[in-house]
């Protein structure tokens, strides 16, 4: 995968458990990640989505993706 695609992959996955399950990755709360973060992100592509998404919120660049998210 191209890293445009990736990066389009993570943002718009679905979270598939958890308290913010059904949310995109991009849409989950920037503390959850944060917490998530400290617990250690799970192993294989969530995890990396998730540790992809973290980054992008920790450096303030979530508004430029938001018009990148795709409609339900």
């Given amino acids: 995968m191209a890293p445009n695609e990736e990066l389009l992959a993570a943002i718009n996955q679905i979270m598939p458990y958890g308290k913010y399950a059904g ?3 991009l849409e989950l709360p920037e503390p959850y990640l944060v917490w998530m973060h400290g617990k250690g992100f799970p192993k294989g592509k ?3 989505q998730l540790a992809l998404i973290y980054e992008v ?4 660049l979530e508004g430029l ?8």
């Fill in 23 to 25: 949310r995109r990755l």
């Fill in 46 to 48: 969530l995890g990396q």
């Fill in 57 to 60: 919120k920790l450096n303030g």
């Fill in 65 to 72: 993706l938001k018009p990148l998210l795709q409609r339900r």
